[in-house]
């Protein structure tokens, strides 16, 4: 049975206890976890060889450090798994709005209570959650919400001259103390609110306006920013810059597979009442559009293309084929490449474009997204097929559209319906098949999706043509 944790000063005492400096805390329970072998941030893929061996040696030097990358790279997610790295609760003086220490208090109120109660002083545990506190950034933050102000309204009621320190309201780093500080978008404060960050990473204490106390605070505190604006020439204090002992860079998936990775991870696409089954090749034309935005010279690459896009992306698919299998009475919602286009609200709101992308617009450009993330899929299935086969037979397919051969792929229509429209075109299943994307057993919802893959790529190679409205036919002389 777990003894009843200490709730005096006495007590507290009588148990053995010893603080220890944040920094010392998580250095020393990191250090603990990478002896176990423990997995040091869960959930965070692609960054085993750079982030985060970056971060564990900030941690262990004991340094504040900032997370430098574009949107959607998992800055705040790794900030909030810091906590992990905590003890499960720690020791303050009851009452105390600045997690005093009860061996080493700060504040004048945590002074006082050990004055009068000696070690009757009572005593609360404060849990690791409750030690984590992050702020973004925006012009409108000032010193006061930041390090503390005068706060009248507490002198009235407590009887107090204003320059008594019992009449501070304390900002959100004192009330951080003992724990951690993060703050996301740090370019965004203004440079009067950096300067007054300036003590605070050097000494570790801050100074409060208009009172003659300083309070050295126990903190790390961490930052996130945007590569272009962290820079002499952005709206980052040079100063600030440089008391910033470790700078991590973040970055995109280098690799299409640790990209679905994350966005299996993320998606919601498990539905109620009805099966999804997402092929794998889906799941390729879904990723791939988020890749090639990042590689696409019309989208504005200082804003980064976030992996919330290829989530955002993912669900949306699946709400396409969910809804068609609900209208047709389906069992089985299968995605297939019409879901893909359908899903085009959920790229054009997260392309930041440039002058060619605005000409163009947001809606045709992801159209295109589309069409190439499919025809690349197709291309690289093509290769991979070509080591059992000298050349793919695409010549019967091809012919029947050149001949005059139309077919069209409604959003609505059955899997059934569709496989056997599909049927109709000479060699069409043949070539799926052959592609390694369906065998005889497959069921008809992902046939119907490869052999529409099929036909996107043939049309991508302007082998045959596409409509807007999803109809596919000869290529255009």
Not at 83 to 110: Q, R, Y
Not at 281 to 303: G, H, K, P, W, Y
Request: glycine share 8%; charged share 25%; hydrophobic share 40%.
């Amino acid at each position: 049975m777990t003894p009843p944790a200490p709730t005096t000063l006495g007590e507290l005492k009588a148990a053995g206890y010893r603080a220890r400096t944040v920094r010392d805390e998580l250095r020393d329970n990191l250090i603990g976890r990478i002896e176990a072998g423990e997995t040091l941030f869960a959930g965070i893929h692609g960054y085993e060889d750079s982030v985060i061996p970056q971060l564990t040696n900030a941690i262990l030097a004991r340094h504040d450090f900032i997370l430098l990358g574009l949107r959607g790279q998992a800055k705040s997610r790794i900030l909030r798994q810091l906590v992990d790295l905590l003890d499960p609760h720690i020791p303050v003086i009851a009452g105390s709005e600045v997690n005093d220490d009860p061996l080493a208090p700060i504040s004048k109120h945590g002074r006082m209570m050990i004055e009068e109660c000696g070690d009757a002083t009572p005593i609360e545990w404060l849990a690791r959650e409750q030690r984590y506190l992050e702020k973004l950034a925006t012009p409108d933050v000032t010193i006061a919400d930041i390090i503390g102000d005068l706060d009248p309204i507490k002198a009235a009621r407590g009887g107090h001259i204003l320059s008594d320190e019992l009449t501070i309201h304390y900002g959100m780093l004192p009330r951080a103390n003992r724990g951690i500080f993060a703050m996301n978008e740090l370019p965004d404060l203004s440079p009067r609110i950096q300067v007054g960050l300036f003590n605070i990473l050097e000494e570790g204490d801050v100074q409060i306006k208009g009172y003659p106390v300083r309070l050295p605070l126990d903190l790390l505190i961490a930052f996130t920013a945007n590569p272009e604006d962290y820079t002499a020439r952005g709206k980052i204090v040079t100063p600030l810059k440089d008391r910033i002992a470790s700078e991590i860079r973040t970055h995109y998936p280098e690799d299409l597979e640790t990209a679905m990775a994350i966005t299996e991870q993320e998606a919601w696409v498990s539905r109620d009442g009805r099966s999804v089954f997402i092929p794998p090749f889906m799941r390729e034309i879904i990723e791939r559009v988020t890749v090639l935005a990042r590689l696409e010279n019309r989208v504005d690459q200082t804003s980064g293309v976030s992996q919330r896009m290829s989530i955002a992306v993912m669900e949306t698919v699946v709400s396409s084929a969910e809804r068609r299998a609900i209208l047709q009475g389906e069992d089985e919602a299968v995605p297939r490449i019409g879901d893909v286009y359908a899903a085009l609200p959920a790229m054009t709101g997260k392309l930041e474009l440039e002058y060619e992308g605005e000409m163009l617009g947001a809606r045709r450009l992801a159209n295109e997204l589309v069409m190439s993330s499919a025809g690349v899929t197709f291309d690289e299935l093509e290769l991979r097929a070509l080591g059992d086969h000298d050349m793919l037979d695409l010549d019967r397919t091809i012919e029947y559209f050149e001949s005059g051969g139309v077919i069209q792929v409604s959003e609505d229509a059955t899997a059934t319906a569709c496989v056997e429209g599909f049927g109709q075109v000479p060699g069409l299943l043949d070539l799926a098949e052959i592609l390694g994307l369906i065998t005889d057993e497959s069921r008809d919802g992902v046939k119907a999706a490869a052999c529409e893959l099929v036909l996107e790529g043939l049309a991508y190679n302007s082998k045959i043509s596409r409509t807007r409205g999803g109809a596919y036919r000869a290529a255009k002389a």
